[in-house]
C-alpha cells in the first residue's frame, strides 16, 4: 500500500486479474482487504486489469435508499441517493465513485451494492461467468452444486467443508473461467438459517444477523470452524443438482447432457440466464459429469455420496 497526499493505493489478485485501488478513505481499503485480500497478497504493475478509484466526501443524507441499478452497454451506474454512487465501464475495468460516511460505515452494505458488483460485473468481459450454486473442492477438483434456493446445496457445502473431507469452493455464486479451465469463488463466509444450530453444534454461539435481502441468517467464517476448510479456485470435476428429499434417504444418480439443460433453469437467480455467454458456459459444463442428489435427511450420507464421484 502507497499513501500520497490523502490517498491511498492498494494492490489486490482476485480470480487471478490485478486490481488496483486508490482512495482517500481508510473504511474503503479496510472493506477491499475483506473481499479480495484472502486471494493474496499483490504487487503493482505498470496497466492493472482494473482500476477502482471509490472516494468518500462530506455529502450525507444518513441511510441511503434502495438502490438504483442502470447498464447501458458496458456502462453501469448504482446509486442509493445523492451522496453515493458509482459508475463503472465495463470493458476498459475501470470504477470511480463517492461515497458518504453513513454508507462507508456499513461495510457490509458498501461491499454488496457498490464494491463487489463493480467487480463482479467486470468479469463477464474477462471471460467468466457467475452462476446460481456452491462449489467443494477435493484434490484440485471440484462439484458444483445447483439447487433451488432452499434447497439444502449450503448446508450440504458447509457440512462437507466442516467435516474435512472437502474444501469449500462458493457458498452461493461459483464463477465459470473457461479460459483457464478453473472454477472460483469467494468461500470465506457461509451463511445459514438459524436453525442449522440444531445440525451443528458448533454454530451454538452464533447469533442471527441481518442480511442485504432482508433476511436472518448465521454468518460463519469457516476458517474458524476448521482451518484449511476453504480455497478460491479448482478445476471442474462434475455437476450434481441437489434436490431436497424431506423424510427421505439420499440417493446419487448420474444424469445425460439433456436432462441437465431441461433441470439447469430450476436453480438460477438473477441474470446469469440472460447473460448473452450464458449457453456456452453451460455447454462447456455439460462436457462434465452430471449427477442428481436426491438430499435427504441424513447430512453425512450425503456427503459420502459426493465423495464417490471423485472414486470414479
Known amino acids: 500500500m502507497r499513501q500520497s497526499d490523502s490517498y491511498q493505493t492498494a494492490w489486490f489478485q482476485p480470480m487471478g486479474f490485478s486490481l488496483q485501488l486508490t482512495s482517500n478513505s481508510p473504511a474503503i481499503i479496510a472493506a477491499a482487504q475483506i473481499s479480495f485480500g484472502r486471494f493474496g497478497p499483490a504487487e503493482p504493475i505498470e496497466q492493472p486489469d482494473f482500476t477502482f478509484r471509490l472516494f468518500t466526501h462530506d455529502v450525507d443524507d444518513g441511510p441511503g435508499g434502495p438502490p438504483v441499478f442502470r447498464l447501458e452497454g458496458s456502462l453501469l451506474y448504482q446509486s442509493t441517493g445523492r451522496d453515493s454512487t458509482l459508475v463503472a465501464d465495463l470493458s476498459a475495468g475501470l470504477a470511480f465513485g463517492y461515497f458518504s460516511a453513513t454508507t462507508v460505515a456499513n461495510p457490509v452494505s458498501f461491499r454488496w451494492h457498490f464494491l463487489e458488483l463493480a467487480f463482479f460485473m467486470m468479469l463477464e468481459s474477462r471471460g467468466l461467468m457467475g452462476v446460481h450454486g456452491a462449489a467443494l473442492a477435493k484434490q484440485g477438483q471440484a462439484v458444483l452444486l445447483r439447487a433451488q434456493s432452499g434447497g439444502g446445496k449450503t448446508t450440504l457445502a458447509y457440512a462437507a467443508a466442516a467435516s474435512g473431507k472437502f474444501q469449500a469452493l462458493a457458498e452461493d455464486v461459483v464463477w465459470l473461467d473457461g479460459r483457464r479451465n478453473l472454477w472460483w469463488g469467494m468461500p470465506w463466509s457461509f451463511h445459514l438459517l438459524p436453525d442449522a444450530k440444531t445440525l451443528f453444534p458448533a454454530l451454538a454461539a ?53 436432462a441437465v439443460w431441461d433441470l439447469w433453469p430450476a436453480g438460477s437467480t438473477g441474470l446469469e440466464m440472460k447473460l448473452p455467454h450464458h449457453p456456452a458456459h453451460l455447454e462447456a459444463l455439460l462436457q462434465h459429469k452430471a449427477y442428481r442428489l436426491s438430499f435427504g435427511d441424513d447430512i453425512q450420507a450425503g456427503v459420502a455420496l459426493l465423495e464417490t464421484i471423485f472414486e470414479e
Open 206 to 258: 452464533y447469533q442471527p444477523v441481518l442480511q442485504t435481502n432482508g433476511e436472518m441468517k448465521l454468518e460463519v467464517n469457516l476458517e474458524t470452524i476448521r482451518p484449511d476448510s476453504t480455497t478460491v479456485s479448482a478445476q471442474p470435476k462434475a455437476i450434481v443438482l441437489v434436490e431436497r428429499v424431506v423424510g427421505g434417504q439420499s440417493r446419487l444418480e448420474p444424469l445425460p447432457p439433456a
